[in-house]
């Protein structure tokens, strides 16, 4: 069972770069997509 049924989330430029110090860092994109996705799938609503 969810603790928060909807979800806003906030992504920035900063935690999207990783390790890189520029730009998007694509392995840290698709782990953020992966756990956005579980979280759909277990029935949160993310805004």
């Not at 520029?22 to 277990?42: H, R």
């Amino acid at each position: 069972m969810l603790k928060y049924k909807r979800i806003l989330l906030k992504l920035s430029g900063e935690s999207l770069m990783g390790e890189q110090g520029y730009g998007i860092d694509g392995d840290v994109l698709n782990k953020f997509a992966i756990e956005v996705k579980e979280c759909q799938e277990l029935g949160a609503e993310i805004a």
